[in-house]
């Protein structure tokens, strides 16, 4: 069995979480989740990857078991830490068909996001300004000095923040 991620994994992914639910799944109608089993569909409790973070669109609520979802979610969240198995999982969800996997670096706060295209994930490059966009979310990530991670609804400067917070 993998040790728990450290504090400043933990910390980062409890942020995020936080900023997911107040600023798009709370007021959009979505839902995000910490760590959960997500299963492939029949394959519950064999074949099953617990990543950081679970996002949900109302069409997909119905993968949802309580115990672990059954099926792609949205988008689901990997915070890379030294030596974790981040990239191993990637085959897992794209024979799943989960359309995004978003890639953050614990200690970099660099963001990846990749995208299901056919059977395999292409990494999307990010804009001129640095922002990466999520197609599934609408969410821009992108790596501020200082180590953090800025986050914000398309182009809703309001709903920007950088995390971790101080």
């Known amino acids: 069995m993998a040790p728990?991620?450290?504090r400043t994994h933990q910390e980062l992914?409890?942020?995020?979480?936080?900023?997911?639910?107040?600023?798009?799944?709370?007021?959009?109608?979505?839902?995000?989740?910490?760590?959960?089993?997500?299963a492939s569909v029949g394959g519950w409790p064999n074949d099953y990857r617990i990543p950081d973070l679970v996002l949900?669109?109302?069409?997909?609520?119905?993968?949802?078991?309580?115990?672990?979802?059954?099926?792609?979610?949205t988008v689901v969240v990997e915070i890379r830490s030294p030596g974790d198995e981040t990239i191993e999982k990637l085959p897992f969800y794209a024979r799943l068909g989960v359309p995004e996997v978003w890639i953050i670096d614990r200690d970099t706060k660099v963001?990846?996001?990749?995208?299901?295209?056919?059977?395999?994930y292409q990494e999307q490059p990010p804009a001129g300004d640095g922002w990466v966009q999520s197609p599934a979310t609408g969410i821009r990530l992108r790596a501020e000095a200082s180590e953090k991670l800025a986050m914000q609804l398309a182009d809703d400067q309001n709903t920007r923040r950088l995390l971790p917070e101080e």
């Open 13 to 38: 992914g409890a942020e995020i979480h936080i900023w997911l639910y107040s600023h798009w799944a709370k007021p959009l109608g979505n839902k995000v989740y910490l760590p959960i089993n997500v």
């Open 56 to 73: 949900l669109t109302p069409d997909r609520f119905d993968i949802d078991h309580n115990e672990y979802f059954e099926g792609p979610p």
């Open 111 to 120: 963001p990846e996001l990749h995208v299901l295209t056919g059977s395999d």
């Open 4 to 6: 728990v991620p450290n």
